[in-house]
Every structure is written in structure tokens, then in C-alpha cells.
């Protein structure tokens, strides 16, 4: 039995497909031949070889923005508070009436030993002049305890150093003391409060005014805002600093005593100063360092017109914790991140990767934004050095980027057969 064959004059599909495509084959052949016949081989090369490389675009990967939520504090339910961080002057974190003006009673010592200290320093270290007490340093214990202010005692001849006067003014609350150095420093407490008046306006304190030495006068008046100031203003000087730290103290011929702080090294509560009278109620500057996640973070806080002391320190340790709280280490960029990659249609290829991770320290909400420079390379070309800005609220931060690998020049054969690409001769894509 004889195979079958096809009837004659057809043929199975694959074999005219097969036809097809050699025919194809063979026009483009002829297209080929007769162009490089009538230009000439070395025309076309010289052709070829004179066009430009192509610029390579980068393909820039996507960064998610980041998102904090929003913070809450909590803020004492009567007169006013603020809380914001140390090394942030004029800025606050949260606050209640923040720029309403209320009596600070002894919190005006801080002011008293400011502006004497800027009259007459201490050297570093050192304890500063030697002042010996009068007759009416002494009396200024009768009248101080007759009016149930806090005193220390003075006896008159004695000699006391002016660091130790100010210890006792800031951890002691000793309102004898307040007057005796304010004196020694000007004359008499008006000329003092003229001079502090004008330190207050001078240094960018507006919103303290100071009516006495002591803090006893209703006059004696601040707001929360400048009250954070303030404390900045004193955290920045070693004496009044360490003064403010101390939880007792001890005056040879005057003697031991603790500080009026409740709260002082509790929950990081490092310093500054109580007061408390009848107009002001009672009121608490202080300052305290919060550890974060292995972040330090140094704030400055006010709490005024409390009713009694126990509670405004235990406001003020609430207010705080809910503050550090909402702190939160930031990761902006991660080491080796990929930013950007280039592809050469030759096969080269370039990565653009982050140097070397990024974080911060953010406070409630908080966002962000990246601006990445990925510039267009030339085949050859050695990248110049590049950073990427990560915005996080009003902070610039400068993430360092760096390069891997290389886009040389094509060879010759790729860049004989880029007309013909371009031209549809040849496929698109080059062979792999």
C-alpha cells in the first residue's frame, strides 16, 4: 500500500508558513543588499558609527510617604501649662493659654539670679564675690517669716559666698536671700527691677515682667511661652543650671536643706523652680531629660495656678509622660535601599542604592516627602556623587547615595545593527 500523498497543487500549512517566512527572510536580505550596494558598506558604517549613543533614563523605584499620628498631651484642667523641648527656642509642644499672662510667684527667682549673674558672672567653677551680710540682710528673716515667706537664716557679719546665695534663693526658696543679692548687685530692689526689665526685653522675654526679687508682688507676671524660653535661657548657664539640679544643700553657718521639689528626679524631672502664694496659687517650671528608645530628648515645662503643689507636680509628671509618649524614631532610608536603576539596551546596567540608613526622632504628626535626584547618564560617563532629600515636616534631612556598576559604550556590532533597529530591518530588541 502506497503512502498517501497531497493533492497536487496544495502543501500543509506548516510547510507554506515555513515558505512564508524564508521569503520575508529573503526581502529584507534584498532590501539590505541593494541599500548597502548603493551606499556603499563603508558609507553605512560611517553612517552607523556617527550616530548618537542613546541617554539612559533611570527607573525610579517609589517611596511610600510616612505617616505619624497625631499626638496627645495631657494638660492640667486649670490655669495654664506649656511643655516644649529644650533646644527648640520660641517653640512649644502643647500647651493651655499659652500666651495669657498669670502671677509666678517664686519662679521669679530665676529671673533674680539671671540678671545678677549678667551684671556679675562666676567664673567657671568658682564661687563669686564674697558678700557679708548687714543688719538688714538679718532683719529681712523677721519680715519674710512674719508674712509666712520661706527664709534661711543670715546673721548679720557673716560671710556667704554669691554662689551659695543663689543655691539657697533656688532650692531653698529663701526670700531673704532673693533681696540680699539683689541689693549687693544694684543697690536696692527698684533699681533691680528696672535693671531686670530691661534684661527681659533685651534677652527676648517680653511676655516676664518682674515687680520684685522675690516673686511675693501679684506684679510679677509671665506666660507660658515665655516661661519655656526663660527656663531655655537658664538651662544654658552652668550656675543657675546646677543650682536649679540640686535636691539639698548645704551652707556652712546657715545650714542643710532639701529642695522644695517634689518631684525633682522623678521620671526625669532634672531642675528649675516651685513657687507658690495666695494670688498665684501653685506653680512649677521644670525641666527633664526622656529617654526614648535609646534617644535622649531634653524638654523644659510649666504648669501655674494649681492648688496645691503635690498636685501641680503630679500634673506636671502627667503632662510629661504623655509627651514623651508620643515620641518615635523615624526610619527615613534603609542602608542599601534600591533608589533608582539604569538599563542600557545593550545590557549594561547601573543601581542607584542608598549609602547608609537615615532615621529620626519625630514628636505626633508627622510627614514626609522625597525628592530624588536621578539624573539621565551618558554610556561611559562616571556618575557624579548624589543625595537624596527626605523631608520630614520642616527638617531636611540629606540621605548619601551611591553607585554600582557601569555603562560602557556598545561595541561596534551593536552599533551597526542601532540603524537597522531603528529602521525595523532588524528586530527592536537586540538578540540575546
Not at 502506497?2 to 497536487?8: D, I, M, Y
Not at 551680710?133 to 537664716?153: H, M
Not at 551611591?402 to 528586530?427: H, K, N
Request: net charge negative.
Amino acid at each position: 500500500m502506497s503512502a498517501e500523498r497531497a493533492p497536487s497543487g496544495t502543501q500543509p500549512s506548516a510547510r507554506r508558513g515555513a515558505v512564508s517566512a524564508r521569503a520575508r527572510a529573503g526581502i529584507l536580505a534584498t532590501i539590505v543588499a541593494f541599500g548597502l550596494i548603493a551606499t556603499g558598506v563603508s558609507g553605512y558604517a560611517a553612517y552607523a558609527l556617527a550616530q548618537p549613543l542613546p541617554v539612559i533614563s533611570p527607573t525610579v523605584q517609589p517611596r511610600e510617604p510616612i505617616a505619624t499620628p497625631e499626638a496627645i498631651v495631657a494638660l492640667p484642667g486649670y490655669g495654664a501649662a506649656a511643655i516644649g523641648e529644650q533646644d527648640a527656642p520660641g517653640t512649644l509642644l502643647a500647651g493651655a493659654e499659652v500666651d495669657t499672662a498669670l502671677p509666678i510667684a517664686s519662679i521669679a527667682k530665676i529671673v533674680t539670679a539671671l540678671v545678677v549673674l549678667d551684671a556679675h558672672p562666676i567664673d567657671d567653677g568658682g564661687e563669686g564675690a564674697t558678700i557679708t551680710l548687714t543688719p538688714q540682710d538679718s532683719q529681712r528673716v523677721a519680715d519674710y517669716t512674719a508674712i509666712a515667706g520661706v527664709t534661711a537664716p543670715a546673721p548679720a557679719g557673716f560671710e556667704i559666698s554669691q554662689r551659695s546665695i543663689i543655691e539657697l534663693m533656688l532650692v531653698v526658696s529663701a526670700n531673704n536671700y532673693a533681696d540680699t543679692l539683689a541689693v549687693w548687685a544694684f543697690g536696692s530692689v527698684d533699681a533691680y527691677v528696672e535693671a531686670a526689665n530691661a534684661w527681659l526685653t533685651a534677652a527676648g522675654l517680653a511676655g516676664v515682667t518682674v515687680d520684685d526679687a522675690t516673686g511675693f508682688s501679684t506684679a510679677n507676671a509671665a506666660t507660658p511661652r515665655a516661661l519655656l524660653d526663660l527656663a531655655r535661657r537658664a538651662l544654658d548657664h552652668p550656675v543657675v543650671a546646677e543650682a536649679s539640679a540640686l535636691s539639698l544643700i548645704e551652707v556652712a553657718g546657715v545650714g542643710r536643706f532639701d529642695t522644695r521639689n517634689p518631684v525633682l528626679g522623678v521620671d526625669g524631672i532634672t531642675g528649675m523652680k516651685t513657687g507658690t502664694t495666695t494670688a498665684a496659687g501653685s506653680c512649677l517650671l521644670f525641666s527633664a531629660t526622656v529617654d526614648e528608645a535609646g534617644d535622649e530628648v531634653r524638654l523644659v515645662g510649666v504648669v501655674l495656678g494649681g492648688p496645691t503643689g503635690a498636685i501641680v507636680g503630679d500634673d506636671a509628671r502627667t503632662m510629661l509622660a504623655s509627651v514623651r509618649d508620643d515620641y518615635r524614631r523615624v526610619t527615613l532610608a534603609v542602608g542599601n535601599e534600591l533608589v533608582a536603576r539604569y538599563e542600557a539596551p545593550w545590557g549594561d546596567s547601573v543601581e542607584l542604592r542608598v549609602a547608609e540608613a537615615a532615621s529620626r526622632m519625630a514628636w505626633g504628626a508627622a510627614t514626609s516627602e522625597s525628592v530624588i535626584p536621578a539624573p539621565r547618564l551618558y554610556p561611559g560617563e562616571t556618575p557624579s556623587a548624589q543625595e537624596m532629600i527626605v523631608r520630614l515636616d520642616e527638617e531636611r534631612v540629606r540621605v548619601g547615595l551611591t553607585w554600582s556598576g557601569e555603562i560602557s559604550a556598545p561595541d561596534l556590532a551593536w552599533r551597526l545593527q542601532e540603524p537597522l533597529r531603528r529602521w525595523g530591518i532588524l528586530p527592536a530588541d537586540p538578540a540575546p
